[in-house]
Structure formats: C-alpha cells, structure tokens
DNA sequence: CGTTGAGTTGACCATCGTCAACAGGAGTGG
DNA sequence: CCACTCCTGTTGACGATGGTCAACTCAACG
C-alpha cells in the first residue's frame, strides 16, 4: 500500500463510516454509531480525477465535501487572472460549508482525491437535528480562521526564505497525524501552487529551494524534499 | 449625539438586551426574547478605555465579547516585532471564540469601545444549552473566514495603490448597515494601523493617500477622507 | 513656547518580480 | 528506438515596487 498522502488507497472507502480511518480527525467524529448511519445514508463516497474541481468560485455550491484522502487545492483568482492559494485541504477536512449561495474560492483536486460528498441542502437539514455537529463544525471553522489569520501574518509581513520555510514546517506538522513524521516530506503541489501560495513567484520559490540546498537546511528529492538540519528551518520560520 | 463609529453613545448600553441597537447585526439574533433575559444574566457591559487591550496575545482567554460600539484592532507581533493586524472589530462583531486556551491575537481599543463581556466558561456553557446561538456564531465564523480569506488575496496579490483603495471601499461597505452611507469615510485607526493591515509601511500609505488625492479620487479630511470619485476608487479595488 | 507624536515627503536601495534561456523528464508518434 | 514536443523547474540579467532612513510640517498639549 502507498504511503503517498495523495493518492487513493483502498483503505479509504470503507464499506462503512465507523470503519472510516479518518473519523477522528473529520467532522464526524461528533457523532456516535447510531447517527453514523444516519450521516452515511446521506454520503455519496466520491473519487475525483486529478485536475477537476469539487467547487468552483462564483458557481453555485451544489455539494459539500469531507475529504477522505488526496490534496485539494482552494483558490481564487483576480479578473485579471492572478491567483492567490488560500490553502490546501487533506484528508480530515471539510469543504464547502460558507452559507453563502456561490462558493468564494475554486477547489480542485491536485492529484487523486476521495471524498464523501452531500447534498448541500440536505446536509444543512441534517444540520438542523444535530447540534453537536454543529458544535464540531464551529470548532473547524475556528480553527481554519487561526490558520488564515497565520497566514495573514506570512503574507503581510515576512521574506520568502521565512515564507517557504514556514510552508514546509507547517506542512511537516499537518501531515504529522497521519504519522508521516520522517524527514522527508512529499510535496504534492506544483512549484507555481506554493509560490501563489506563498504570495511569490514560481521563480522565487525555485531560488529560495536552491538557496536553502546551498545551505545544507534542505534537500530537493522527487515529489518533495528532506529536511537535513530541521532545527534551523524551523528557527527561520518561527522568527 | 457625535455620529462617529468609534465613540462611546449612550444608547450603546440600553438597560436591557432587548432594547440593543446592535442585536439584529450581533450573535444575539438567534435568541428569542426569554433567551435574551438569561443572556442578559451572563453579560457585563464593559466601557473599554482607548488604548487597553481586551485580548493579549498567547494570554489565557477569560472572558469573550460582544462589541456594541467603537472600533478594536486585532494584531498579531512576531518575536522581532513585526505586527500584522489581522482584523478590525466594530459593532455587532464577536471576539474571543477560539476554542483554544490562550489568544491567537492581541485585541485593543483604538478609541472609546464598549461591549458585552462574559465569562468564557460561562458562555461556552450556556453555549451548550442553546443550538441556535452555536449555529449562529458558525455563520458568523464561516463569515469571517471569508474575509480573512479576501485579506489573503489582497496581501498576496496587490498592488499598493489597489490595498489601499479595496480598504476603503470595504470600510464603507461595512460602515453602510450604521446608516454611514455618505462621501465622507471615518478612518479612527491611524496610518500605522491601516500599513499594518494592509502589509505595507506607513510611507507607503501615505504616498498612496496622496497619488490618490492627486489622482482626485479622495480628498484627506480631519479624522478620514471623502470619496471624490468613489466608482472610479471602486475599480482599483475590484480589478 | 518648547515638546511630542502623527503624518508627509524626498533620496536611495533591496527584495522580489519580469523576461528570457536552458535543462531534464514524460509522453507521443514515426 | 529515436526525434519531437510539452511541461515543469532552474538559473541569470535586469528592473520596478515598495522599504529604509532622514528631514520636515503641523497640531495638540503642557
């Protein structure tokens, strides 16, 4: 079985949600086995093929989303086509849930992705019975509102070296519960998805790799890289 | 009576909730007229000098607030001082709902504010109690999620001059539902505040005011501005 | 009337963006 | 099997946007 965060793997699509492996991190761990059922006559597991959106910005939201596995890329873009990553959702996160008619941001899968999927009505209905849901939907959208806010600070106020290595640690930390915790960390995304990521450009992203190689912080290996001293990237991106 | 957002009004703290200016736009919404008497109970209205904080951050969070009026700035600093303000609060926001310990951000006064306070645990308890009350503080925080997200693209992707100018558009968009719909545009928080929200310094902004005076878009007037050509002011937002 | 703090303006400069060339791997088709 | 294209990523030269440092104005305040 691979170990890629990204790619489907069996163990995804349990013929069951308690058998789900990311029940604990998702949302639906605020329901016990009965409302599982419940939950699960509402789903519709879904593959989606890299390269196609599960929302797209502007369009009505048909769907809701709990990805199960894979790396889906959220993003908006300007009328004059510059395009701003505003994050990328793994498995455990939830997607789709702005109570607004039009989805503000495109969602796409970057490589292979699974999902269950619901109706946007239907799951609001359901919504409606089960505060405790509601609670837990509460608590992730605080915490994605942490998460921007952080990234608002990237943003506004720090270089690209401390912008590149603040991406790679606090992806080595979200990639941490499902016990990838070596020091090699797959990168999914394209150099162009960090740099609009990062707020930079595709060659600064490059420049900024080939810099910290130079500084024997990181190593570039394929589909990602391997931190060689972890202590000191972490430093300039705590800074 | 001033007009302006940012000073203490009498009518800010009316003896009962029921009675509160700020309720249709607040949390409070989602209580009926029983529910309002038993949060009532809970809250402390709270005068809160300019200057002093109601949030420190990495400080355990005690209490969390409902503002009913004046304007608090929301800023994170990292460890070599470099600030970044996240977000302004004004009437009807909610703050302190992070489900963490300790605050992610420092919350402060810019000019007089005052705000329901309540005990954290207390709320959160009573929280339990009151299904509407949690669904209506996901939208609030799906809401602000939402506009942390635009900040992302504006700090990512603008030019100085478009900042600036989507900065004032989207101050007067939320001023409007006060009545503040005129050419004139209070700004109580200072250049140094507006740079640090904007991701620039405060020579910049000020050079952007002024292109932006020359350009007769705006004219600078004691404690704001006033919009001359506010569609045109509207496009270099937009873009 | 001096002091302080906020804001403005100018001169200069650094970081990062732009434009261009190039390398290397994957896929395609003869 | 090789040539060809395409795509991603890297590197270099140059330049523009916005940052840094400094001087100045002006209003508020004692």
Same mark, same amino acid.
């Given at each position: 079985?691979?170990?890629?965060?990204c790619?489907?793997?069996?163990?995804s699509h349990?013929?069951?949600?308690?058998d789900?492996?990311?029940?604990?991190?998702?949302?639906?761990a605020a329901?016990?086995?009965?409302?599982?059922?419940?939950?699960?006559? =509402?789903?519709?597991?879904?593959?989606?093929a890299?390269?196609?959106?599960?929302l797209?910005?502007?369009?009505?939201?048909?769907?809701?989303?709990?990805?199960t596995?894979?790396?889906?890329?959220?993003s908006k873009?300007?009328?004059?086509g510059?395009?701003?990553?505003?994050?990328f959702?793994?498995?455990?996160?939830?997607?789709?849930l702005?109570?607004?008619?039009r989805?503000?941001?495109?969602?796409?899968?970057?490589?292979?992705?699974?999902?269950?999927?619901?109706?946007?009505?239907a799951?609001?209905?359901?919504?409606?019975?089960?505060?405790?849901?509601?609670?837990?939907?509460l608590?992730?959208?605080?915490?994605?509102?942490?998460?921007?806010?952080?990234?608002?600070v990237l943003?506004?106020?720090?270089?690209?070296?401390?912008?590149v290595?603040s991406? =790679?640690?606090m992806?080595?930390?979200r990639?941490?519960r499902f016990?990838?915790?070596?020091?090699?960390?797959?990168?999914?995304?394209s150099? =162009?998805?960090?740099?609009?990521?990062?707020?930079?450009?595709i060659?600064?992203?490059?420049?900024?790799?080939?810099?910290?190689?130079?500084?024997?912080l990181i190593?570039i290996?394929?589909?990602g890289?391997?931190?060689?001293?972890?202590?000191?990237?972490?430093q300039?991106?705590?800074e």
């Amino acid at each position: 079985m691979s170990a890629d965060c990204c790619e489907s793997t069996g163990q995804s699509h349990p013929a069951r949600c308690k058998d789900c492996a990311v029940r604990p991190f998702s949302v639906c761990a605020a329901l016990n086995d009965d409302e599982l059922g419940e939950l699960q006559a =509402l789903s519709e597991p879904t593959s989606v093929a890299p390269k196609s959106a599960l929302l797209l910005q502007d369009e009505p939201v048909q769907n809701v989303f709990n990805v199960t596995s894979g790396c889906v890329r959220l993003s908006k873009i300007l009328s004059d086509g510059r395009r701003q990553v505003i994050g990328f959702a793994i498995a455990g996160d939830f997607l789709g849930l702005s109570f607004q008619d039009r989805s503000n941001f495109t969602a796409e899968a970057i490589g292979p992705v699974t999902a269950c999927r619901f109706r946007k009505k239907a799951f609001l209905n359901y919504l409606d019975t089960k505060p405790d849901l509601v609670r837990r939907l509460l608590e992730f959208s605080a915490n994605e509102l942490r998460l921007a806010q952080e990234q608002l600070v990237l943003l506004g106020r720090r270089t690209a070296e401390e912008r590149v290595a603040s991406f =790679l640690t606090m992806l080595r930390a979200r990639n941490s519960r499902f016990g990838h915790q070596g020091a090699t960390l797959q990168l999914p995304m394209s150099r =162009l998805d960090i740099a609009d990521y990062l707020g930079l450009t595709i060659e600064t992203v490059s420049r900024t790799f080939t810099k910290m190689v130079r500084d024997k912080l990181i190593i570039i290996v394929p589909d990602g890289i391997r931190f060689v001293d972890l202590a000191h990237v972490g430093q300039i991106a705590a800074e």
